[in-house]
């Protein structure tokens, strides 16, 4: 079986893909994109993903999209190595509901602090011109671009996202807590665990770590989670901001 991924080092839904191929131990060949460039906005790869975005899984020619979808679909067709999905029905629905809680929360809130402190000097860069092209030719992120503008999102954007992601922690200690730990919903990793992973990642590469360092809980899932072995490979050399901006070094976050 031959494993492709479309991908980019630091996007933080590729991060999950990556995660879980190195933890089943799959070879993959990767195919990087540039992101900042619009490669995702060319139309051979509009044809294999029409909404213009990483990560997509070409599995034997067999083309899967979306990062939550690629996750459970990886379990599915290799259910004997590390498996990351509950036998139990129950606590599979509650990890589904997690993984849903976690797109929708801190996976899009991560966004605005990541568009706002990395990539706005590339796009200040562009005439206005430019930049509306470029977001005009977005499947996905049209608006998105659009209410960021070349300026960057305002303050109290800043703060809704921050807010945002502070009860994504709050959200995970309870779990943590419920379950018994150390992972999300128990003694087990699970896709929930990877899916909220990357947004983890990023912030602590932004410098906001003190953002979770009263809930002790999540400290040590932050831990946990890099000490697995799939998280050195995953995270492999350029995948974090800070190496790609040296301006984010001195954590203008
Ligand atoms: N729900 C999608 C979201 C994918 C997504 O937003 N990917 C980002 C990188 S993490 C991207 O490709 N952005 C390119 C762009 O906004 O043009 C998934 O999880 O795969």
Request: hydrophobic letters at 45%; proline letters at 8%; aromatic letters at 10%.
């Amino acid at each position: 079986m031959a494993f492709t991924l479309y991908n980019a080092p630091q996007s933080t839904c590729s991060q999950r893909v990556r995660f879980v191929l190195n933890a089943k131990q799959l070879p993959f060949r990767e195919i990087h994109l540039d992101l900042l460039a619009g490669d995702q906005l060319k139309p051979e790869y509009l044809a294999l993903n029409p909404n213009g975005v990483v990560p997509t899984l070409d599995h034997d020619g067999q083309i899967v999209i979306d990062s939550s979808v690629i996750v459970e679909y990886l379990d599915e067709v290799e259910p004997g190595r590390a498996n990351f999905t509950p036998r139990d029905p129950v606590k599979r629905a509650a990890m589904r509901s997690l993984m849903r809680f976690i797109d929708e929360m801190p996976a899009a809130a991560v966004r605005v602090p990541t568009f706002n402190l990395a990539f706005l000097p590339r796009f200040a860069a562009m005439s206005e011109e430019e930049f509306t092209a470029f977001a005009e030719s977005k499947p996905l992120r049209k608006e998105f671009m659009l209410a960021m503008g070349r300026k960057g999102f305002p303050q109290k954007d800043m703060e809704s996202a921050l807010a945002r992601l502070r009860r994504t922690y709050e959200r995970m200690d309870e779990a943590i807590r419920d379950s018994g730990g150390p992972w999300l919903l128990g003694a087990d990793i699970t896709l929930a665990d990877v899916s909220v992973m990357p947004a983890i990642v990023r912030m602590a590469d932004l410098n906001r770590e003190s953002d979770w360092a009263d809930l002790p809980r999540v400290v040590k899932w932050f831990e946990l989670i890099r000490a697995q072995p799939a998280f050195k490979p995953t995270y492999y050399p350029g995948s974090l901001l800070t190496e790609r901006f040296p301006h984010l070094q001195k954590g203008a976050a």
